[in-house]
């Protein structure tokens, strides 16, 4: 089986910056293109940044400048470094992970169970 386990939540000032972490683990050959989504209430989950195994990074267009993406892969981890947080920025972050799995090898789509990212204004 596998498990993604993010950390780094938290409440913050507008302005202000956070790093989330997502750490793979379980029957892993390897993983392909990484990302973070976000859930506001009242609102659908949306992909926030990815990337992919060689490095090519992706970002919505609301947080482009401000977030960065970046993965090790020796780690099976993946970051996200968010600066000059807004309050819309408010939301469940869940980490998502195209995963190759070791036996029986095969590919499988996983997600966190999220962590809670609050800017106060």
């Known amino acids: 089986q596998v498990r993604l386990v993010e950390s780094g939540g938290g409440l913050v000032q507008a302005g202000g910056s956070l790093r989330l972490s997502c750490a793979a683990s379980?029957?892993?050959?390897?993983?392909?293109?990484m990302g973070w989504y976000r859930q506001a209430p009242g609102k659908q989950r949306e992909l926030v940044a990815s990337?992919?195994?060689?490095?090519?990074?992706n970002y919505a267009d609301a947080v482009g400048g401000r977030f960065t993406i970046s993965r090790d892969n020796a780690k099976n981890t993946v970051y996200l470094q968010m600066n000059s947080l807004k309050p819309e920025d408010t939301a469940v972050y869940y980490c998502?992970?195209?995963?190759?799995?070791?036996?029986?090898?095969?590919?499988?789509?996983?997600w966190g169970q999220g962590t809670q990212v609050t800017v106060s204004s």
């Open positions: 998502n992970a195209d995963v190759v799995v070791r036996f029986p090898r095969y590919t499988n789509n996983y």
């Open positions: 379980g029957n892993i050959y390897s993983i392909n293109t």
């Open positions: 990337i992919s195994s060689g490095g090519t990074t």
